[in-house]
């Protein structure tokens, strides 16, 4: 593969120069400015002009955007909302001559009308080498904009909109991420880790080199050595309720043979730019199947997962002065948190974790948005796959992270395959969050009285 | 690349037995016809369940499909132009909303409510392992459904607008074809070559392993053995004017650094199923890119080429009675071509051959169809992607084939790659054949007169 | 690696060419003629000079080899076994020298002393590009000259030494051949089949590209393309006892996940040049683990062997007139293999059999050479590598080539994992032919009862 | 290659297996010790047993010495020395029959008879997966137990012997190292470099992941992931005198296109074990010719090396009393160096440059070992290598070790690809040092009077 792109690679390379020598000259002889200038590129580039010289064309607007500055990109940006947005009046004529039929010629037509002409200038933007990356960063600099500008979000949903298709699953490809990755692919790993940081490469080799340790990666073969997203896997004899002997570079290791239980430590995606294409529950079960084809051994598949929404909850809930989970009681020992030492305490942490526990379970399981969707975006995006929450872990994660994001609170997702559409359909159809007996004996009161749903 | 996409194939086989086994159960309980059990999955896919079970949902359906004789193949394109259609309401309703606003919003989404609900159903599709190469093949049944089924076109357009994006020229790899070559990949090049049919094993090898002549070939990386398009090159010290000695298995060898012509005497699109998605203009242009690179020598690219629509034409017009180009001499010349020896006479060839030049150099340059455009494919396909008419040979194709096709007549197109954009903007902008002045002299009287188009 | 290995081809091409040009100047001073040359270039390539331009003195003797007539390469061999022989004189005086001592170091001095200087220069060669294969095409021109030319044997021998070192077992690959290997690869399994021929790529197709057909070979890195040793395997469900149904292209495929028996029915050695290497003990070997691994339902591995020797020993047999093994009413039996058409005879097949097994249990258990040893030499092959003679199948190559070797005889060899070590021992230490018992059950009266070895 | 390589290891493993749990059961009646046991296995490897389960054996011998102690690795050297050397017997018989012949026959059957009997072994060992590095890794156990054990020396003049032969440059692969090389690779890089230390992952990197920084090493194809031997370059636009600023992880980086130098400024042996076979010399000039082919703007190869042996010697010189080189004057002057920061002291260096440029220059032009070669090992490398000595910076790395090992004393040697053979031979002939006129004018008085030879 490699050699083969490498070779399509300066190929390509070669023709762009070419072509850019020939269009060097008229460019000289234009004064408009840069962002004009592209604009008018990009015009040819869906002309016809396109058609013949468009590798070199392609290259040139990609090569021109890659040397603007902010202010200049988003002057593009705006070209791209405007001037490539919908043909109105081509869109108006497919209206009304569908109105007129309702045939699905005029259908199709409609949806060609409609269609930004971005879109095409997107396509054609890729037949320059190295092209879709370019478009994925391009991507990344318009969500920067998007903050304030957001008029420019039409753009964005085209991006991706076109992501969605070229980065379709089925032209994603798995790979084991371990000591002998190049070193290139690796240094992405470390920088895109969203979840524990791995602080240099000492801390990624204890995480891909050792038998009980495994990552996998989505790669697309457009994107070499880019990642698109990665699970990382430690494989134990039983579930983990704390994340810090699971990164422990010290660990006693395990002998694979002997493991029983797949935990899902971390799972990143890598590309901003592909914002809105879902990759993780689709490396999930494939890591699942391939992980226990290869060690049959094992027979329970968990996350060790992070609650980031559960800690402002807490704390909105202790200020609310009317929370319905919280009694009294409760509130008073919660206090203990408010002692930055409480971590470090053995006594607060005893006297704590009942109330997390009970308050967790409440969270998961009763809280729910204005939307009536869990609150927790960690656990929307399991449970919408279809794994139930298995346990709630109260001091799951001590670090100055974990504190501040969920008073140290962890949880894991158990994924069962044959239960995965049953859970699934439970969860998107009628909003029940699947969860063990365990979790749900947490739950007090009158809660608890709730009809909740039963896991298998 | 090979072996992670067998693992990945093998690992997503494996996800859809299981998931199999679980829809098999429910398909029991089912008593619906083939085509509606169809139809109910394709539904389910398209539904939430997709999320969950897409993998084992999509292996499923192309399982059954794959299973299906022609005509429930059939009532399952009925169904995917009926019932996987637009949908007409929620289209109604973004009419409506774009009428009040105009706004970009409503624009984009009634772009998306005109769009057919199986474009979706096919992207699911794409999830199960091989699945790209089985739309391919669905596309291909249905072009053969098409000819008495004119109200499925609407699904062969989504198919073609669906493969033009996932077929995007930044995901083709070039590859070179040679006696290195998988035989697996080898053997299809035996199958598709169009043009000059390869009669086995030791023609192939005559085309591809010796160092005059190479072989070049367009892949996408989801369809690992299967070329999209390949072009056979000769390299040669002219620019030739018959195809027997190319292809001649005992001609003389040529040190590849003495060759100053690379002939491009065969291009054959491999997969009916991607008709209209075009590689052939990209194809050239990249061989043309990395041969030159290799052998700098080389300093004249040109194409020997059919002329397939030649032969058709000619009998028009001598039939006519009132042909603008063929003088009663004429009409009397080629007379002879009704004697099936003539191609062994070397008189009868002499004499036909200014006849045939001259006609021909008429054909090209001046017979237009009704929409004004050139007669020839093979000229509109090479003119239009930027090269010049070079040479018109007589005897270029002596073979059973050529003589019924174009009364023995071949071409050469040249790329002079400085002049392509000029080109390819003189032919579709003013619809100009660019042609060498020794075709243009070929043209008699008045026809000679007109305006033709200088060459560089 | 084939990047690499091509990379580095070029390079050291590169390096040659620069290194000739300078060899070529004084080439023209001398006038001597070419072995001599080649002699000189050989002196060169062994002193100092040979160090700092060894790789362009080496591609330049290879090359110029490359370019000899017979005549001159037997007067570069000559040269090889008399010039390049044992330095005497050093010889002498590690002789006298250990004589004084019998030191170790002498010892040392002793074993360098007594190396025939060819040695060095064949691991010199290697420095060139390519130089591997030379050495072994080489060999092969030494092995045809040395049918008259005895006195070069001990050249032979050093080469069978050298490369013993070479293609030690350690630096072999496994790799199996199927359809999707390269046809410069297949061509050659096409060409180097001994036992049972390919006839073209269909016949070659069915015999690799089918689920119950498996073909591996052993390659050595520095070969890329040229296939040691292959072996054929047919998935069956019980032991075959003839060869045509085999390799019947129309036979009837069989499911892999119900074969319980793989047959080795072909092994063929591909490099005359690396005669006395052997590989075949390990790739049997290798196959069985490689075959039982991917097919754990595979619980028998046999051969279908052919006799070679069989047809010649029998007739030889018929008319000694003194057969120890043909009875009066044998000898009267086997009249009607005279009748060239007895294969297609019903009755004389039958009337036959019972003679011929019995007679090949005979050759087989029996019979030894004048050194003790069985008369077959793939029987010796196989009860070497420790399998037992496991079935005597009378009509088991009833094509001619199976008639003219064996009288159409072939027998099965049976390799079980657990005896390998026992039979190896006990045919290597005692001469004993391990069969199983239906094959003792076919030799009659007196024979029979000779304490033949058990089989387990 | 790699994953053939793995599927290989991976069944030799399960051979091995297969045969451990058969030779385990023996191994448990045994009594004998741990030595003990593995010379009674090495005699069953040597025997025809080891033909029938040689793989098992090989890999069972090469456990059981993995897990052995340094007391019990000794003894077993001694039966390597002892048991395993020359059989005495069989060669005294080869001496007294080749006396009575001296044909060609008697002298090769001295050879064989005066081989001793490990080499046969270490040959045998190499059938277990892995082996070869095995034995590389049993080397250099060797070689720290030789340093109080010469009497083993013989075993390791064996070994040696064999891998010279193993490792013959016609097997060698040369690879790029850069950043996407697989980090197992790298690390190694950091572990070996031997001249200028890596200290971390940012420095390798500042190494290898730049355009005008380049890293090649040789790899044996049966040590996949072990680098043999690697030399780091960097391209200049001059000659460079100090090593700092080519380490300088801040440096302005160059265009490739704009270099006409290309530096050598560091080469490592990676494999301890493999000391004495010669790979440096096949490296350089293999890399001047990719480099060269790849950068035709290059013009100059030189490296920048240390002078290792410069600083004991100018000491010895300094304290001699009598030095034939060292005036009184420069006497003074090197009392400077006795201050530790006379590197950090402009004037100090300015002083002190001028006597060390001269001291050099006798160093490596005039002062000869007792053996009449020069004294530095560095120079005797590459002028044996066929370079010229270009060069000689006083300043050169002033770094700690540059200080100690040579006053801070580093040198260029220059390959001018068309005096290689004729340096080469001057050197080693005549022992003559070829140097630049730049370094023969820093001699002084007599000893410039020398005939010293002119560079070209």
Not at 64 to 78: C, D, P, V
Request: net charge neutral; glycine share 6%; with cysteine.
């Amino acid at each position: 593969m490699s050699s083969n792109t490498s070779f399509f690679g300066d190929l390509l390379g070669s023709i762009a120069e070419r072509g850019r020598a020939l269009l060097e000259r008229s460019s000289r002889v234009s004064g408009a400015t840069k962002a004009a200038t592209l604009v008018e590129r990009c015009e040819e580039l869906l002309s016809g002009k396109g058609e013949a010289s468009g590798v070199a064309l392609a290259t040139d607007i990609l090569d021109r955007y890659g040397r603007m500055k902010t202010g200049e990109r988003i002057a593009f940006f705006e070209a791209l909302a405007q001037t490539f947005g919908v043909d109105r009046a081509r869109l108006a004529a497919a209206i009304e001559a569908y109105g007129r039929t309702e045939s699905d010629a005029a259908a199709a037509e409609l949806h060609a009308a409609s269609e930004p002409r971005r879109l095409e200038l997107f396509r054609r933007f890729n037949m320059a080498q190295g092209a879709t990356l370019s478009l994925v960063r391009m991507r990344e600099n318009l969500m920067d904009a998007l903050v304030h500008r957001r008029d420019l979000s039409a753009v964005d949903r085209d991006f991706g909109h076109l992501f969605s298709t070229w980065f379709n699953r089925g032209f994603l490809v798995l790979r084991r991420i371990d000591w002998a990755t190049p070193a290139n692919v690796l240094e992405k790993i470390i920088r895109y880790e969203a979840v524990h940081e791995i602080r240099d490469w000492n801390d990624l080799r204890a995480r891909v080199d050792s038998p009980d340790r495994h990552c996998y990666a989505f790669f697309h073969p457009a994107l070499v050595d880019e990642p698109l997203i990665f699970v990382e896997v430690a494989l134990e004899k039983e579930i983990p309720g704390a994340i810090a002997p699971i990164l422990d570079q010290q660990r006693q290791h395990l002998d694979p043979a002997k493991a029983t239980t797949a935990v899902f430590y971390s799972i990143s995606n890598c590309q901003r730019g592909l914002s809105g294409v879902s990759f993780g529950n689709f490396l999930i079960k494939q890591v699942v199947e391939e992980i226990s084809r290869e060690l049959p051994n094992l027979t329970t598949f968990v996350t060790l997962s992070p609650a980031p929404a559960f800690g402002k909850w807490l704390e909105a809930e202790r200020a609310s002065g009317s929370s319905a989970v919280l009694s009294a009681a409760d509130l008073e020992t919660l206090k203990l948190l408010d002692d930055p030492e409480w971590p470090q305490k053995d006594e607060a942490r005893d006297t704590i974790t009942p109330v997390l526990q009970a308050t967790a379970a409440y969270y998961f399981l009763v809280a729910r948005s204005a939307k009536g969707r869990p609150l927790d975006p960690v656990a929307r995006f399991h449970l919408g796959n279809g794994a139930r929450l298995e346990r709630i872990n109260a001091m799951g994660d001590l670090s100055a992270k974990g504190i501040a994001q969920a008073a140290g609170l962890m949880v894991n997702y158990r994924y069962v395959l044959t239960d995965i559409e049953k859970n699934h359909e439970a969860f998107l159809g009628k909003g029940d969050v699947v969860a063990s007996s365990a979790v749900k004996k947490l739950l007090r009161g009158e809660h608890s009285a709730r009809a909740l749903v039963p896991a298998s």
